[in-house]
């Protein structure tokens, strides 16, 4: 590894965002208690008799010398075979043994491991039903609570009634039918910390290292429970619900009214992009041509379109830096005489998508129903402002009502929205269900005073994981190859204007990124310029993390990694990665059992995170996030906001950061924030920086270099390719530790199975253990449930023998398979995979549903070791995240 130089401290910042799901998991009864200890024992018996049948049919080969040939042929044999082969001797051939047994030790320790095995799985028959019965008792009150109601109110009138039947006990044909699913949205409310409508509560609230002193007083948002143990008691405190209409379907709406001219006609327009020249007597400009698809967000369709260069059309684009509707284009392009000919021209480049309209309403307009819905009365429209106004009506009603209402509310609206959209011209997909017609956050109305919750010794491990994740961020290689594209193009110290010229190409360097990095170790080695540096660090770092451990032998044992290594990583950087500044966020929760930290995930920085519900909590929030923001940029350079929205609503975010860049969404400047100046894009431009070998952005007018953040939640791979230059100023955020974990693969029923470590970092575990399961064997683990489970029967002895087989622990998630291709249409495709479910192996109810949650995963699946784990507690528990920020400063060496 290289020697190591000063490199700028990181830091964390001094707040954090808290996510808690507004359900507790159950407590465990009695009698789920006594299930699961049999279980427990009946799992170790099946290991133990697993275990040893390598040496049983060595000892029974070698046992020949002690019998006839006749009898070693007629009971030995297949007996060896039956064991070797998985299936169960006959009871005749066991009928057979005479004094086998006697004469070979390891017989007869399997045949008592049989009687053992036997009497659990007998006692097992016995507790199941109390179990079962309990389980499903514990369901219908989970069922009863008001915030399970209201979060699947808030997803269909099925789901809600679903619940409500299993809430009232119902144990028909159609009950049991629907008891899966049921379940396996409850244990999303009280097990995953996504922040979808009532499943989970988000707060924020400044952080501090110790804990309150014993005896202060508490208020209620900061209320915990004992010792401050995470998922335990209210943290959040008072909650509020904030619904917003779906943007997806106001950007359809909005679409669809502008292709009328007449509607156009009154609203300002600008150019589509600034122009750029070709060489060869023409302008070029990036066009939108519609939406593409509209879902949960937005899809763009894109072209680029090349006229003939005039001196009229320099004139328009020069008249359209502050938008104008086409009659006062016109008005000052030509004389009164020739004001007509001069208004056809001006329509002419309207029709062809180079003069286009100004939304009327804007991306993160904090009322665009009522915006949109004054627009067309305005123009003489009330019909199609009256629908808008009864969508709006519906959509403040559907935060304050019962589920039953809120179910109608939302059926009403689907139902509304689908019918205004085809009235004005854009008719949805009959195939594809209506867009989400509303979102819901329920925050914490006070900030939560979050001590406690890391210690200092948590920080600093975080800082070194930071440094460790810069190790494996994509984000640099993606810089890298910007850089050799940009250089490539326009030359040492070009320049690029219009950024959007060079959306394309980032793109492209985000897709070279991702096959490199999935490029076998040794193959080829298409690196740009100076990555390879970073891949031998990488490398080294891996060697030397293998030989700190000396060696991996034991599967079920953790790698940690040497912490004096990763202390050193960021010294080590080469100094073209650590030159930008750079912030991750770090989603973590606490093991009670354990006391280790689990990282989540590692995402970026720069108040992304919390960016979607700064405008819901303390105002305090956004004006914290956005100092933290601008001391993080660059010494020298403008921190600048942008926030294209897409149609997502969880890119709605207010400007924190003085400054900002207009979107190509922009429409009225009603967006709430600190005042401070909007640069326009055509006033940007891309420029290599040659003393620093790096691809930065710049004012036109100043040279003053920018920092650009892209706060939103949206894959910034999904917004328009002429967004990308701005979205992937600060790449970084990919993160994946996967290649310091070793692999061991091994054959069981269905195909192969691939097992790795968990990986930690002192108290920090940076990843879980996993379990791949191949198709195949997904197919014959569901294959044994269902025979076991015929008639009604909880399947206690697949999951026994299935986890003394695998080796996987009793509280585990699934997950399907992760593709490696984070292009566009892998990450539209990958919102149509199963969500990660949690899946209690000793739990009797789980068992029963465990058959129709595997179907979900014909394709494959990994289980994943849930940590902290769920279920088995004497008290209710809530899942409790923290999402830390951390910031490294850039560096000049």
Same mark, same amino acid.
């Given at each position: ?66 019998? %006839? ?52 799985? *007998? ?43 299993? =809430? ?46 014993? /005896? ?66 023409? *302008? ?45 284009? *016109? $008005? ?158 326009? /030359? ?5 204007? %219009? ?8 793109? +492209? ?69 650590? $030159? ?92 709430? /924030? ?28 100043? /040279? ?99 986890? *003394?087989?695998?080796?996987?622990? =009793? ?5 399907? %398979?992760?593709? +490696? ?50 279920? =088995? ?5 809530? +899942? ?14």
């Amino acid at each position: 590894m290289t020697a190591p130089t000063p490199v700028p401290a990181v830091r964390t910042a001094p707040y954090a965002l808290v996510r808690a799901t507004t359900l507790g998991h159950p407590a465990q009864s009695a009698d789920g208690a006594g299930f699961r200890a049999g279980l427990e024992r009946l799992t170790r018996l099946e290991r133990a008799l697993r275990d040893l049948l390598p040496a049983l049919t060595e000892a029974l080969y070698a046992s020949r010398g002690g019998h %006839p040939d006749s009898f070693h042929r007629t009971v030995v044999l297949p007996l060896r075979r039956a064991l070797h082969n998985g299936r169960e001797p006959r009871p005749a051939l066991l009928d057979a043994l005479g004094d086998l047994p006697e004469r070979v030790p390891r017989l007869r320790e399997w045949l008592e491991l049989r009687d053992r095995l036997a009497a659990a799985r *007998a006692d097992l028959a016995g507790a199941a039903p109390a179990a079962l019965a309990a389980e499903r008792a514990a369901l219908a009150a989970q069922c009863r609570e008001p915030a399970l109601l209201l979060a699947a109110s808030a997803t269909s009138a099925q789901l809600l009634a679903a619940i409500g039947r299993a =809430g009232s006990g119902a144990t028909g044909r159609r009950a049991r039918k629907e008891e899966p699913g049921v379940l396996r949205h409850a244990l999303r409310a009280a097990t995953r910390s996504s922040p979808v409508s009532w499943f989970t509560a988000v707060g924020w609230g400044p952080l501090t290292d110790d804990p309150e002193p014993a /005896g202060t007083e508490r208020g209620a948002e900061a209320e915990w429970g004992e010792g401050a143990e995470w998922g335990h008691g209210d943290l959040l405190g008072a909650t509020g619900n904030h619904v917003r209409t779906g943007r997806s379907l106001v950007a359809a709406l909005c679409e669809a009214l502008l292709t009328d001219p007449a509607r156009r006609a009154r609203l300002p327009h600008r150019m589509t992009s600034a122009p750029r020249t070709d060489g060869a007597g023409r *302008a070029v400009f990036a066009r939108r041509r519609g939406l593409s698809g509209v879902w949960r967000f937005t899809a763009v369709a894109e072209d680029e379109v090349a006229v003939a260069a005039s001196g009229a059309l320099e004139r328009v684009a020069e008249l359209c830096r502050t938008p104008v509707t086409p009659g006062e284009l *016109a $008005a000052a392009l030509a004389a009164p005489r020739d004001r007509a000919a001069a208004l056809a021209y001006v329509e002419r480049l309207a029709d062809t998508g180079l003069l286009v309209p100004v939304p009327p309403v804007g991306p993160q307009d904090p009322d665009p129903l009522g915006r949109l819905a004054a627009w067309l009365r305005s123009g003489g429209e009330g019909a199609l402002a009256s629908s808008l106004d009864e969508i709006a009506d519906a959509t403040r009603k559907f935060g304050a009502g019962e589920p039953a209402e809120r179910a109608a509310l939302l059926a009403l609206l689907r139902e509304r929205w689908a019918a205004l959209l085809a009235s004005a011209g854009r008719p949805l997909p009959p195939d594809e269900p209506v867009p989400a017609p509303l979102t819901e956050d329920v925050v914490a109305r006070r900030p939560v005073a979050a001590r406690g919750l890391l210690t200092g010794e948590d920080r600093e491990a975080l800082r070194e994981v930071a440094a460790l994740a810069e190790l494996y961020d994509l984000g640099h290689l993606v810089r890298r190859y910007v850089r050799d594209r940009f250089v490539a193009r326009y /030359g040492p110290g070009g320049v690029c204007h %219009p950024v959007w010229e060079f959306g394309g190409e980032t793109v +492209a360097a985000w897709e070279d990124t991702v096959r490199d990095a999935f490029l076998p170790p040794g193959g080829p080695d298409p690196l740009p310029s100076r990555a390879a540096e970073l891949v031998r660090l990488r490398r080294s770092f891996e060697a030397a993390a293998e030989a700190g451990r000396g060696g991996y032998r034991d599967p079920d044992a953790d790698v940690v990694l040497p912490p004096e290594l990763v202390r050193s990583c960021a010294a080590r950087l080469p100094g073209w990665a650590s $030159a930008r500044p750079l912030s991750y966020a770090h989603f973590l929760q606490r093991d009670a059992e354990s006391r280790l930290l689990v990282l989540n995930h590692v995402y970026g920085g720069w108040g992304r995170t919390a960016s979607r519900f700064l405008s819901l909590l303390d105002p305090g929030a956004a004006e914290a996030v956005g100092r933290e923001v601008e001391r993080g940029a660059e010494p020298g350079s403008r921190a600048v906001q942008f926030r294209p929205v897409q149609g997502f609503n969880a890119n709605l975010q207010p400007r924190f950061l003085r400054d900002e860049i207009l979107s190509e969404e922009h429409g009225p400047a009603t967006r709430p /924030g600190p005042a401070g100046p909007e640069v326009d894009e055509a006033g940007v431009e891309l420029f290599h920086d040659e003393a620093a070998d790096q691809v930065r952005l710049r004012l036109r007018d100043t /040279g003053e270099p920018l920092d650009v953040f892209y706060p939103g939640l949206l894959v910034s791979g999904l917004l328009p390719t002429r967004c990308a230059p701005l979205a992937h100023d600060h790449p970084e955020g990919v993160v994946g530790f996967a290649s310091l974990v070793p692999q061991t693969v091994s054959e069981v029923p269905g195909g192969p199975l691939v097992r790795t470590p968990r990986l930690r970092h002192r108290h920090v575990v940076l990843r879980r253990r996993r379990w791949k399961l191949a198709p195949g064997t997904v197919a014959v683990l569901r294959a044994d449930l269902a025979a076991e489970a015929a008639g009604g029967a909880v399947p206690f002895g697949a999951a026994a023998r299935w986890r *003394a087989l695998l080796g996987v622990p =009793g509280r585990l998630f699934l997950h399907p %398979p992760v593709a +490696a291709d984070p292009t566009a249409a892998a990450a539209r495709a990958a919102r149509a995979q199963p969500k990660p479910q949690f899946v209690d192996l000793g739990n009797a109810l789980h068992l029963r549903c465990l058959d129709k949650w595997l179907a979900r995963h014909p394709e494959g699946l990994v289980l994943e070791e849930a940590l902290p784990a769920p279920g =088995g507690r004497e008290r209710p528990a809530r +899942a409790v995240e923290l999402v830390v920020e951390t910031y490294r400063p850039g560096s000049s060496s």
